[in-house]
Structures are given as structure tokens and as C-alpha cells.
């Protein structure tokens, strides 16, 4: 039985049927890739999940303990934290304030307070600004923020919905070394990515969603491979970068 | 440094505002009660306007229930005034709170026409309701002197200066201004939104409920038309506005320099001083979108760009 539990879930938005059917589960401290073409419905998942936006249909279990009827806050002190594609940050705190108010909610306190804080700022690297007002950041900021914001959270899972987009390579590298860190910590993940060469380097397992279904649930090596997933997402795009030795490209 | 300049500063004007009944007459006192009492209701207005970014157009509710409760407390059971007072705060911090839960649940102007509509339906109630006058006027004993009055004012204006500079200065806080940015997120990072909106709505009718139950023994004369007149909502918003939203000096600011303008206008024209609002409203609109000390929260600790609690521009 894993951490998460997703039965038969679903999402209308009005008579937009958005995700429909979807299960799986998610088994502790594996990292599991979630791709599909844009539009597929990985947001409207992540959302779901986390709790910021209701299922029409189908049932979510954290550590066994349903939440699809949960408020958000009550599902991120269970453990569960999330970051967003577009980039959700308290403009009038500082950064430092930003991941301090988050560790501050689970508990922390006084100097123990002060060093978790430090340790996410030196952890994505953003020290040298933790005294700039975040209405001044720039969007690779503001996603590293918001990786350090749901990490204060101490989660035992995480979910990330392209954390890695608008990354030059060398700052990319960096990102996938620090993935694979906290993979080794043992926090389970669920992550959102575009980049071909991230889902491969970091993923235990991949699962596909194309058009609110999920079209593919496996290892890595073996979902590129398969027929439909070529067809539905990658296409002759990964066909293509493939040969050129990138996977495929950012279209994020 | 530059916390101990402010530090400095607000000592400088307490003193000043401390000095003004000795030293004046008693139409300044009496001008200078009013503006406390307006310092003291925009500071409450701030906790929920500013720092929470839900503003609230109905707050003269909570003013104006303070002192219809204080009223009929002392005058109908007799009770002392100060037990009086004491519980008309108390009962109005909890309708407050009771009515934030939801009211809060809406945004933007969902929830500024709500609170307009709450309080007018707070004034309707409080019209029907026996016990509080069914809508005639109140008389309560002449006491104390114009000084006592503008002390007690001025207690709570200094009040209410106080609790913002505190809440700035905690997580508490940190936490509104976290709702007022982005309240998604807040609640991704484990934040009840409800109750800390919700306790800030109260925090606000308190404030509002002080300044009301002071002002009935002050005016020693009350009637619901007066104390729920909606422009007086419209007061602690605009000085807020006119001050700097969520910062610790803008509602005193505000109140001070727009109680100037209207005594100003009022040497030309008794009714001079819905122009002052009204141009009021919109020199903000037009030429301080920030307000005079702009918003900018200072700093604690990190790199800044030489931003103080009272600067010029934000
Ligand atoms: N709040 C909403 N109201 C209506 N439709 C929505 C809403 N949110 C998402 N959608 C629609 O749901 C579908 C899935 O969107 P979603 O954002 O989940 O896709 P995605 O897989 O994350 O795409 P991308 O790769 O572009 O981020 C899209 O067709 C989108 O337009
Ligand atoms: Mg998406």
C-alpha cells in the first residue's frame, strides 16, 4: 500500500471533463515522473491532490487517510507539499520570510526556527537574497523559492509541477543533483516535468496522461518506449531529439 | 538605526499629542479627540484592509454596535459604564468574528459590497431591537472633562498603533500579509486562512468597538443614523489609504492630516467637509496608489533599500 492513493478520480471544469478515471498509488520514497502534452490535466492533478481544488469524482488517500474532502492547509500538515507551475509567492514578505512562515506552521521555533531557514536558503541557493523583498525576484528565483518553501514544510511527499522550467543548463544539473538529494532523504515524489532528460535521470517509475487519462504507468526506459505514449506525447518531436542525443526539448 | 529613529519619532509625536490639553484650548482638544478616534478606527480598519487586503466597507458596524451596546447596557441595566463598555467591546469582537467566517470566504469586491450590506443590516437591527432604543436616541450621563475624553482617544489610537506594530513584527502577521499576496498558496504551506482572516476581522471590530464605546459618553447623546453613518467607514479607509496601507504610522497619518483638511474646510463652508473626503479620495487615487508612506515593510535584517517606517515616498 503506498502513501497516496488515488482512486477512480476525476475533474469536470463546468462540461469540461478534464481528468477522468484516474488511479494509481504512490509507494514511500520512490520518485515518480508525471508527464503528457500541455493541457493533459497534471496540474488540475497536482491541484487536486494537494488539496487547492475539488474532485468531481473519485477518492484521494494520504497514509490511508482519506483527504479529497480536505482543506488544503490541513492536507500540507499531514505532510504533503507542493510547489506551482505558475509561481505562487508572498510578494510583500521577504524570501527569508516566505520559507520562515512556512516552517513556522508545522512548529518550529525560536533558533531551530532561524537554522531550518538557513539551511533551505543555503540548500537552493539562495542566501545572498534572503533579504530581498520577493516582489523584486526573477522567475528561477521564485521557483527555487517556492522548492524551499515546501521543503520548510518537512514533507513526506512532494509535488512539483515544473519546478525546472526556464532553467539554463548548467542551473538545471544543479537542480536534478538536488532532486536526487532529497530522493535519497527518502521524501517521496511526484513530479511535473517537460524535460525528457530529468524524468529519465531522476524517476524510479513514469506515469502518462494524455487527454485526462492515464495512458501509461511504468520504468522509464519502458514508457518512452511504448507505442501510444510516442504517439499521444512525444511524438516525432522525442523521435527527433532523441537522435539528436537531448531527449526532448523544452517547450515549456 | 533606523528602528530606533522611528522609535524616536512616535515617542516625539505621543509627547506632542500628550501635551495638547495643557497646552491648548478646549476646541483643539476637542478636534484632536476626533482625530484619535479616527487614528484609532483606521489602525482597526488596516489589520483587515491593509495587512489582510480585504477591504472592508462596512466596519463603522462594529463602531457603531460599540457604542449602541455600551449605551444600552448603562442606560436601560444600569450597568457601570466601564462593565458596560468592557462587554459591548467583548459582544462586538465576537459578532465580528462570528460574521468574518462568512464573510471572508469571499474576495475582492464580493467582499467589500458584503461588509457594505452587513452594515446597514447591522444598523436595521439595531433600529428594531427594543433594547437598544428601537432607533430613537440615547442619553447617557454627562461625565468626566474634553480631556478625558481625548486621553481616552488617544489610549486607544496608541492602542491600536501598537497591536499593528506587534502583529507586523510576528509570524502572526507575516501571516495576513501572506493572505493578502497570495491565499492559495498560504494555505499550501499549512496556513488555517479562516480563522487568521477571521481573527483579524475581529481584531479590527474591537478596535472599532473601543473608539465607539468611548465616543458615546463622549457625545453623551447617540442615535443609530449617527453611528453606523457609512462615511465613516469611508473615513478609516481613505486615511488608511491616504497613510500607507499596512503600515504601523499611515492610519495616523491619514487621520491627522485629513482631520486637518476638514477643519480647514470648515472655516469656509459647514458642509466643506464631504469636498475634503471627496478630494480626498481622489488625490489618493490619482497621486498615491501607495499611500504617503508608500508600502514597503521594513526589513528585518537583510539587504534593503533604505526603507523606513516613515519615508517620504514608499
Ligand atoms: N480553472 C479552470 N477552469 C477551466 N478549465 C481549466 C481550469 N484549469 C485547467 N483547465 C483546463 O483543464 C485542462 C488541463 O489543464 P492542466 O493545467 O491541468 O494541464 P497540464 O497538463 O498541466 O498542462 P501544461 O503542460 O500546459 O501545464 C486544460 O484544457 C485547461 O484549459
Ligand atoms: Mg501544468
Not at chain 1, 524570501?95 to 543555503?122: F, H, K, P, Q, Y
Not at chain 2, 459604564?81 to 462586538?92: D, E, H, M, P, R
Amino acid at each position: 500500500m503506498g502513501i497516496l492513493e488515488v482512486k477512480g478520480l476525476g475533474k469536470d471544469f463546468g462540461g469540461l471533463r478534464v481528468l477522468e478515471n484516474i488511479s494509481f498509488s504512490l509507494a514511500e520514497g520512490t520518485v515518480t515522473g508525471l508527464i503528457g502534452p500541455n493541457g493533459a490535466g497534471k496540474s488540475t492533478l497536482v491541484n487536486l491532490i494537494a488539496g487547492s481544488d475539488r474532485p468531481t469524482r473519485g477518492e484521494i488517500y494520504f497514509f490511508s487517510r482519506p483527504v479529497h474532502n480536505l482543506a488544503s492547509w490541513r492536507i500540507a500538515r499531514l505532510g504533503l507539499a507542493r510547489t506551482f507551475q505558475i509561481t505562487r509567492i508572498f510578494r510583500d514578505l521577504t524570501l527569508r520570510e516566505n520559507i520562515r512562515l512556512a516552517a513556522w506552521t508545522i512548529g518550529l521555533r525560536g533558533s531551530r526556527l532561524e537554522a531550518e531557514v538557513d539551511r533551505l536558503l543555503d540548500l537552493t541557493e539562495l542566501s545572498d537574497k534572503a533579504g530581498v523583498l520577493c516582489s523584486d525576484l526573477t522567475l528561477p528565483d521564485q521557483k527555487r523559492l517556492q522548492l524551499a518553501r515546501a521543503l520548510a514544510l518537512q514533507p513526506k511527499l512532494l509535488l512539483l509541477d515544473e519546478v525546472m522550467a526556464g532553467l539554463n543548463p548548467v542551473e538545471l544539473d544543479k537542480a536534478i543533483a538536488l532532486l536526487n538529494r532529497l530522493r535519497l532523504q527518502g521524501i517521496t515524489m511526484l513530479v511535473i516535468e517537460h524535460l525528457m532528460k530529468v524524468i529519465m535521470n531522476i524517476s524510479d517509475r513514469v506515469i502518462v496522461l494524455h487527454q485526462g487519462q492515464l495512458i501509461a504507468d511504468g520504468q522509464p526506459t519502458e514508457v518512452v518506449n511504448m507505442s501510444q505514449v510516442q504517439e499521444a506525447y512525444l511524438g516525432s518531436r522525442y523521435v527527433k531529439h532523441k537522435a539528436e542525443g537531448t531527449g526532448l526539448g523544452g517547450d515549456a | 538605526m533606523k528602528k530606533k529613529r522611528d522609535m524616536l519619532l512616535a515617542a516625539g509625536i505621543l509627547l506632542i499629542a500628550l501635551g495638547i490639553p495643557p497646552l491648548t484650548n478646549d476646541y483643539i482638544v476637542q478636534v484632536g479627540t476626533e482625530m484619535a478616534m479616527y487614528a484609532a478606527l483606521a489602525g482597526g480598519w488596516n489589520l483587515i484592509g491593509g495587512l489582510t487586503g480585504y477591504p472592508s466597507f462596512g466596519n463603522v458596524a462594529f463602531f457603531g454596535l460599540g457604542a449602541m451596546l455600551a449605551g444600552a447596557l448603562s442606560v436601560n441595566s444600569h450597568w457601570p459604564y466601564w462593565l458596560a463598555a468592557a462587554a459591548a467591546v467583548l459582544g462586538t469582537g465576537i459578532f465580528a468574528l462570528l460574521l468574518g467566517l462568512p464573510l471572508l470566504r469571499l474576495k475582492g469586491h464580493y467582499f467589500s459590497i458584503a461588509t457594505l450590506a452587513l452594515a446597514q443590516a447591522t444598523l436595521a437591527v439595531v433600529t428594531n431591537t427594543k433594547f437598544l432604543g428601537a432607533g430613537m436616541g440615547m442619553s447617557l450621563p454627562i461625565v468626566g472633562s474634553p480631556a478625558v475624553f481625548y486621553y481616552a482617544m488617544l489610549a486607544i489610537a496608541v492602542l491600536s498603533a501598537l497591536i499593528t506594530y506587534l502583529l507586523i513584527h510576528s509570524e502572526y502577521g507575516n501571516t495576513l500579509l501572506a493572505i493578502k499576496s497570495d491565499e492559495v498558496a498560504a494555505q499550501a504551506i499549512g496556513i488555517n486562512t479562516v480563522l487568521a482572516k477571521s481573527s483579524a476581522f475581529a481584531l479590527s471590530g474591537v478596535l472599532g468597538a473601543m473608539a465607539g464605546v468611548v465616543y458615546a459618553l463622549w457625545q453623551s447623546y447617540i442615535d443609530p443614523p449617527t453611528v453606523f453613518e457609512p462615511s465613516i467607514t469611508v473615513l478609516m479607509l481613505v486615511m488608511t489609504m491616504m497613510g500607507g496601507a499596512g503600515t504601523v504610522a499611515g492610519p495616523v497619518l491619514g487621520a491627522v492630516l485629513i482631520g486637518i483638511l476638514t477643519q480647514l474646510a470648515m472655516e469656509v463652508s459647514q458642509n466643506a467637509s464631504s469636498l475634503v473626503l471627496g478630494l480626498g479620495i481622489i488625490a489618493v487615487v490619482l497621486f498615491l496608489p501607495k499611500g504617503i508612506l508608500g508600502f514597503r515593510r521594513p526589513g528585518k535584517g537583510g539587504k534593503r533599500r533604505g526603507q523606513s517606517n516613515f519615508p517620504l515616498r514608499g
